[in-house]
């Protein structure tokens, strides 16, 4: 089993940053991916962010220019940093560790942007 726990939301103003970790423990395998969706209030789930080690990373349109994700070398941790953030951003975030077959979720934590 593999436990998630993810932390660094909250409430920012519009041009704002904020950063999301991200951190797994348990039965960790080398082959990975991990990153973030996004769900906000009327709309559909969205795939924010994705890093599969060693280095291929993935940004949704949205974000792109705005976000930044990035793992460590043990695989186990991922950040995502979120600049310019727009009110559009609102959204409780989720972060995902997919291995083998299985894919795990952190508890979700809440970012909003307003002023």
């Known amino acids: 089993q593999v436990q998630l726990v993810e932390s660094g939301g909250g409430l920012v103003q519009p041009g704002g940053s904020l950063r999301l970790s991200c951190v797994a423990s348990g039965n960790i395998f080398s082959i990975a991916s991990m990153g973030w969706y996004r769900q906000a209030p009327g709309k559909e789930r969205e795939l924010v962010a994705d890093?599969?080690?060693?280095?291929?990373?993935k940004l949704a349109d949205s974000v792109k220019g705005r976000f930044t994700i990035s793992g460590n070398s043990a695989k186990d941790t991922v950040y995502l940093q979120m600049n310019s953030l727009r009110p559009e951003d609102t959204a409780v975030y989720y972060c995902?560790?997919?291995?083998?077959?299985?894919?795990?979720w952190g508890q979700g934590t809440q970012v909003t942007v307003s002023s």
């Open positions: 995902y560790r997919r291995q083998e077959s299985n894919w795990y």
């Open positions: 890093i599969t080690w060693p280095a291929s990373t």
